[in-house]
């Protein structure tokens, strides 16, 4: 079959129903396109060189999202132990692939009007938080803070109330800003907590200064 002919045929079997009578779906399918946008934003950090910060930010923006769900079905934070130990590009494969499963309850809830599996979409939040929250402790981020600066960003761009127009006209140096103090202010305590092992000018110095003090 070419290609024309296909276009013709394939569009006879096209839904043109959209099941969408309530905002609970509306808010589902926002999350669930908002993470996997999230998860895209957060993979170039996989391409090369890592941003700190900037890994902070799309993680906790991907909790954002999460927190649609947890209003949602009322989920609370996962015991602090349960940590998943797979690598970083596992982590998140995996978070997607899941994730993807949601988008397809989803669109068989839109366009065929299939009932959605409620307890799929409540595993798949508790996962992917999980996962979220182990990603973060394999860079060395803590999760209260990411949470927190997170929500002072979006207070800089909407203050209390959400627009469009702040949405699309976001002031992106400001933001990067907020997120930088909490990280440079992370790496100073490790420093202070964990400080690094002296260099060759530094042991020169400290021998040149026993010297003159003996003397």
Known sequence: MKWNEYLTQSEKTLSHEFHCDDHQTELMLHATMGILTEFEELLDNHQGQEDKVNIMEEVADIFWYLAIFARQYDIEMPHQDMMNHMGKDELVI?????????????KKKLFYNKPIDHEMVKFTTNY?????????WQHNIDMKDALERNIEKLKARYGDKFTSEKAINRDIDRERKILESEA?????????????????????AKKDYETRKHN
Do not use: C, G, W
């Open 128 to 136: 992917v938080i999980v996962n979220m929250r182990s990603y973060l």
């Open 184 to 204: 440079d202010a992370e790496t100073f305590f490790n420093a202070i907590d964990n400080p690094p092992e002296p260099n060759e000018t530094l042991l020169k």
């Open 94 to 106: 995996a978070s997607i692939k899941q994730t993807l499963k949601v988008l397809d309850v989803l």
